[in-house]
């Protein structure tokens, strides 16, 4: 088990507060398998061709997103924001967020771009989401573009951080899992006013995966 440490708030009202935490799970268990000697990762800048994927998140990570947007300068903040609608709409006319929950293979078929994506490199990079962090191939890129079946081949993390936050979130009064391409389009919600519960035994939840 990888040995990233981390500090725990004392106590925890919204899944926002162990997001980071989550974050440096995730980063820390990738870079530390990436690491290996064994393991060459074929990943990097303009390879986006997995930014076509429906991408779930919990409603933390999306006001995580729409925060970092919001502290861009204005012109870089715009021009985001264009491609968010612009992505929405076209994912609306397909009506890829009901495909995408059921079928994401169908979402991937689609080939509507995620709207951060620019010049196939991710335009919000720090603030990616944990399924984004989590997705790292040592397979030739080029069979990401076809999702070619046994041909993909991803790194496997020692503990699923993604479900463990996703539990987090529930338990603290957000269950619902969105899709980011048509969810970021809308108005984030807002968390929910849920008692305060230990940051340590949240915190235990997340290492474990």
Do not use: N
């Amino acid at each position: 088990m990888p040995t990233t440490v981390v500090a725990a708030p004392a106590t925890v009202t919204t899944a926002d507060q162990l997001l980071d935490v989550a974050k440096t799970l995730v980063d820390g268990d990738i870079d530390g398998i990436g690491r290996r000697p064994e393991i060459d990762i074929s990943c990097g800048p303009a390879c986006g061709a997995c930014c076509r994927q429906a991408v779930p998140v919990t409603a933390a990570e999306l006001r995580a997103v729409r925060a970092w947007l919001d502290a861009l300068p204005d012109d870089e903040r715009r021009g985001h924001d264009e491609r968010i609608a612009a992505t929405a709409e076209a994912l609306a006319a397909a009506d890829a967020e009901a495909t995408g929950i059921a079928d994401e293979r169908a979402y991937f078929a689609l080939g509507i771009a995620c709207p951060f994506l620019v010049d196939e490199s991710c335009g919000i990079h720090p603030a990616r989401p944990l399924a984004c962090r989590e997705y790292v191939v040592t397979s030739d890129p080029a069979h990401c573009a076809t999702r070619s079946d046994g041909q993909i081949v991803r790194i496997s993390a020692t503990r699923d951080v993604l479900g463990a936050f996703a539990a987090v979130s529930a338990a603290l009064g957000e269950p619902t899992e969105y899709l980011l391409a048509p969810a970021i389009a809308r108005p984030v919600p807002e968390p929910p006013a849920v008692p305060a519960r230990s940051g340590l035994e949240l915190m235990r939840v997340l290492q474990r995966g």
